[in-house]
């Protein structure tokens, strides 16, 4: 027997400032979510971020440590990776919350949004059909219709689903026809997954509550159109148009596919990868050299020159002007802070994934940046600051100073006026209850009492040799703390939109000015990462690697 689902209800409400009349420009606004039946309000001050996940799971985190780190309290869950299965595990959970169920969320701390495809992912892949996506799971490719996407949804309840978008993952250029398609074909998955929800699939309290218009789901959309203006603009006037007769039935009470969108979405990696221009093809290296390692790296994204962002900006101005200014805009794979902060001046974007972020905790950096621009990272001249520490590198082998110089450990926060960094690895805890190994033992972890100081911050010394040995821990403390960093960041800009709005834009050049948008320790840390996984088991990895894709080659099914 199905589930009853309950009913979600998503509130975006602009905050009044000096900059709110712009039509594209920074501004403040408050996510609220309830879910009816449920006494617990989520409520999160934007701009923001969204955690990103892989099958569901903070990478490198646990559930006890993702529970642990405060500044995870939105996670995007990418359901492709559940596919190899029929029907998908996650849709099994009996539960009203199946999702939060399966992967451990807590549902009145943690908000869940859930698309089909990664927006990290742009591989090529088979073009979509005229009734089906196509995704990756772990054993290949699979074709996903709308109709499923629909019941894998109700069966997940998620707080947030984005619809399913025909976005062209094959080599451009693209035909004004197959633009036209990619338009058309969006429109109509949107209306899908728009209609009501079955009286029988919702909670019973709904069932009684007759004055109440059927439940819904909380929808985002995919802004459509590609690198293309014109295929932009008509995809965004497709959402304002009036619908009629059949089109109108099946999402009443909506006059039209807007009206039921909760919020846009904004795919960087695509666009990307159309504006930039085409880096050199590398001259050919050794099977499993570092340079042949380095570039099978998935963790962290090619940064976009400023140009490509500054080409970014009036193709998600042509999206945005038919639309209303009061709705979610949502940003995937932004690739550093710096792009972050040009498409929060420049277009107004209320919420960005933290992925970049999190897969510098794979190459081992510490992020160490902040917003405002502190006076001590102030250089001179044209060197810049780096965003982060490299803790492969030998220098901080002896090193036994926290993750940050921006910020401090919670235990120093009485004589010290930088911001705390309440991480998992900068403000480490006692733990709060005895650890038992069985029913059979008894506690193993005697706790110490209240008064006893707080365990010291993890440093950049241990850290490094914890990297060098292969210990999970390291990822997960640096994953842990450049989340934490990221949310800091975005807590400074709504500090400065919220108190000095008027010089938010002078800020944002200071920022510019004083860190490095090339992300110089990015590319040092993955060569340091490639020799030190090329120096285990001297490239049984890399062998393991090659002959898992070869395996998992040419296994295409169709749903």
Wanted: with cysteine; net charge negative.
């Amino acid at each position: 027997m199905a589930q009853k689902r309950h009913r979600t209800s998503l509130i975006f409400d602009l905050l009044p400032s000096s900059l709110s009349s712009l039509e594209f420009g920074p501004r403040l606004g408050k996510v609220t979510l309830q879910r009816h039946g449920d006494s617990a309000v989520l409520e999160i001050a934007t701009p923001s971020i969204i955690t990103s996940t892989s099958r569901g799971v903070v990478p490198h985190l646990s559930r006890d440590t993702t529970r642990a780190t405060e500044a995870i309290y939105w996670a995007h869950v990418p359901f492709e990776s559940f596919l190899e299965r029929d029907p998908p595990v996650p849709t099994l959970q009996q539960s009203p919350h199946p999702l939060h169920k399966f992967l451990g969320f807590l549902p009145h701390r943690h908000i869940l949004s859930m698309s089909l495809r990664d927006p990290f992912d742009a591989r090529e892949m088979p073009p979509n059909g005229h009734d089906s996506v196509s995704a990756y799971c772990i054993r290949g490719m699979r074709k996903v219709k709308p109709n499923d996407w629909r019941k894998h949804v109700l069966a997940c309840n998620p707080d947030i689903v984005v619809a399913l978008s025909d976005i062209p993952f094959t080599p451009e250029p693209h035909s004004q026809k197959r633009m036209t398609k990619s338009i058309e074909r969006t429109a109509v998955w949107l209306a899908n997954l728009l209609q009501p929800i079955p009286v029988e699939d919702e909670d019973e309290d709904a069932e009684e509550d007759a004055p109440n218009p059927p439940s819904r789901l909380n929808v985002f959309v995919h802004m459509a159109g590609g690198t293309v203006t014109a295929a932009r603009a008509a995809f965004s006037q497709s959402l304002m148009e009036p619908l009629y007769e059949h089109e109108a039935s099946h999402v009443e009470p909506f006059k039209s596919l807007d009206e039921g969108v909760a919020g846009y979405t904004f795919d960087l990696v695509p666009l990307h990868k159309s504006l930039s221009t085409p880096a050199p093809t590398p001259a050919p290296s050794a099977p499993f050299d570092v340079e042949s390692t380095v570039s099978a790296l998935e963790p962290t994204p090619n940064v976009p020159s400023p140009a490509t962002t500054a080409r970014v900006v009036p193709l998600m101005h042509t999206s945005l002007a038919p639309l209303p200014k009061k709705k979610l805009r949502i940003v995937n794979s932004a690739s550093s802070p710096h792009e972050m902060l040009l498409l929060i001046r420049d277009v107004g974007i209320d919420a960005f994934d933290a992925h970049w972020a999190q897969r510098a905790a794979d190459i081992g950096v510490a992020l160490d940046f902040a917003f405002p621009v502190p006076p001590s990272s102030v250089v001179d001249g044209m060197q810049k600051k780096g965003l982060g520490h490299n803790l492969y590198d030998a220098r901080y082998a002896h090193d036994f100073s926290p993750f940050s110089d921006t910020f401090h450990p919670s235990r120093d926060a009485h004589d010290d006026a930088r911001p705390v960094c309440a991480c998992i690895a900068c403000s480490p805890k006692h733990p709060t209850h005895a650890i038992h190994h069985s029913f059979l033992d008894g506690p193993t972890l005697a706790l110490l009492p209240p008064t006893a100081p707080p365990p010291d911050p993890v440093s950049r010394a241990y850290t490094h040799h914890l990297l060098h040995t292969h210990e999970m821990s390291a990822h997960a403390l640096l994953a842990s703390h450049n989340i934490f960093v990221l949310d800091l960041f975005f807590s400074g800009i709504r500090h400065v939109l919220r108190d000095r709005p008027d010089e938010f834009a002078r800020e944002v050049d200071r920022f510019l000015q004083a860190y490095d948008e090339a992300l110089v320790v990015f590319e040092e840390a993955k060569h340091c990462w490639a020799e030190v996984e090329m120096a285990r088991g001297k490239g049984r990895l890399a062998r393991e690697r090659e002959k898992q894709q070869e395996d998992t080659l040419g296994t295409a099914v169709e749903l």
